[in-house]
């Protein structure tokens, strides 16, 4: 079975500092991964996603995250962080075997800009 | 727009009672989702449909049963037999393709009275 791994329950930064969120995965065949953005009281919002090809991905609000095989990482980063960026992030993979499109989510990293 | 709507957003459960969560989508998608949301432990799969009149159970199925009789619709019932069901419920829905997203619902947060 798939896991997904995020380090951090709780990041803070300061606005304009770099964001780091890290996500690891444990599977034997890369996997479809995902990020998400949840707002409160909200569903989840599609960041960005690595299916193929770049293995660096560019995502909406400046967002991009990167995968390592050699890792099997797929951190997500943005070069300056903005108050509306606070959020609670989600790392999450699917299998590649068709018909089986299941997502298993990390448990979440609550992102805290400070002024 | 296409997207996905639940309702209500906001719902009480008496003891003993049973509750219906409703989702619908207008993305023409065959696999919809059920997930529950607790604080510190991210989503977890309940049930998930890739068909009409199919389901299959997820990770916590126990107290909650569905249907799905149209393929824009995939309500969630929460039973009497799930002890704690003070969670945000999210459904999403997905096309029948791994490397595409699941788009999801704002949610119903449900309480217990």
């Known amino acids: 079975a798939q896991s997904v791994t995020q380090l951090g329950s709780h990041v803070s930064v300061s606005e304009g500092a770099l964001v780091l969120l890290r996500c690891n995965y444990s599977?034997?065949?890369?996997?479809?991964l995902f990020w998400y953005v949840q707002y409160p009281n909200q569903g989840l919002q599609l960041l960005l996603k690595?299916?193929?090809?770049?293995?660096l991905v560019k995502g909406i609000n400046g967002f991009e995250a990167e995968f390592k095989k050699s890792e099997t990482s797929f951190h997500l980063t943005k070069p300056s962080a903005h108050m509306s960026d606070a959020a609670e992030y989600f790392c999450?993979?699917?299998?590649?075997?068709?018909?089986?499109?299941?997502?298993?989510f990390g448990t979440g990293t609550r992102l805290t800009i400070i002024p | 727009d296409g997207g996905i709507t639940q309702s209500p957003k906001y719902l009480f459960r008496k003891e003993g009672q049973n509750v219906t969560l409703s989702c619908e989508q207008n993305?023409?998608?065959?696999?919809m989702y059920w997930y529950r949301q607790d604080p510190g432990q991210g989503l977890r799969l309940i049930y998930y449909?890739?068909?009409?009149?199919?389901?299959q159970k997820g990770d916590i199925a126990e107290g909650y049963s569905v249907s799905r009789e149209k393929k824009e619709s995939f309500p969630l019932t929460v039973t009497s037999a799930q002890k704690n069901p003070t969670a945000f419920y999210l459904c999403?829905?997905?096309?029948?393709?791994?490397?595409?997203?699941?788009?999801f619902g704002d949610g119903t947060r449900l309480s217990i009275l």
């Open positions: 999403a829905s997905s096309a029948r393709v791994g490397n595409q997203p699941q788009h």
């Open positions: 690595y299916t193929t090809g770049a293995t």
């Open positions: 449909s890739q068909i009409v009149n199919d389901f």
């Open positions: 999450a993979v699917s299998d590649r075997t068709f018909g089986n499109e299941k997502l298993t």
């Open positions: 599977s034997s065949v890369p996997p479809y």
């Open positions: 993305l023409n998608h065959d696999a």
